[in-house]
């Protein structure tokens, strides 16, 4: 039974990141992309370092999408005035309309994903896979 739950758990992942991926091809943007900036309009401000650790990358690929964001004009950096050698990262205004389009689509997506879950099995399902996250950080 562990196994099949476990199966079932990649094969979940995989159908909810290809089925994204499919809504999100006509705004020409990556899952990469659309996370970096989902992570960056949380955080606005936050170092190229907070940033990777966020999105589990390391600091050279989240530097380099973050100057491919920034060349698109989705993101922009800034002088930190308590550090002036990191640089904090914001949204530009040019990312509003593609970030409201990306909640769009994951809040369909979450409606689709829950429909017919009431409140209470919602809250077992949040402990159950907060159980199974801490037992999987302890390895």
């Known amino acids: ?6 199966l079932r758990f990649t094969v979940l ?3 909810l990141r290809n089925n994204f991926d499919r809504q999100v091809v006509g705004l ?4 990469s992309q659309w996370a ?12 190229q370092r907070v940033i990777a650790e966020a999105l589990e990358m390391s600091e050279a690929s989240a530097g380099r999408l973050i100057d491919r964001l920034c060349a698109d004009g989705l993101l922009e950096r800034r002088e930190r005035d308590d ?5 904090a990262v914001y949204l ?3 990312a509003g309309p ?7 689509i994951a ?3 979450e409606e689709r994903m829950f429909r017919g879950f009431e409140t209470e099995e919602l809250e077992r399902l949040q402990s159950y896979l907060d159980k199974l996250y801490a037992n999987v950080l302890k390895g």
């Open 1 to 6: 039974m562990r196994r099949a739950i476990g």
């Open 13 to 15: 992942a995989r159908l």
């Open 28 to 31: 020409h943007v990556t899952r």
């Open 36 to 47: 970096m900036i989902a992570v960056v309009s949380r955080h606005p401000g936050a170092t």
């Open 83 to 87: 550090d002036r050698r990191a640089r």
């Open 92 to 94: 530009t205004d040019a």
């Open 98 to 104: 593609l970030l409201d389009k990306l909640a769009t």
């Open 107 to 109: 809040r369909d997506a």
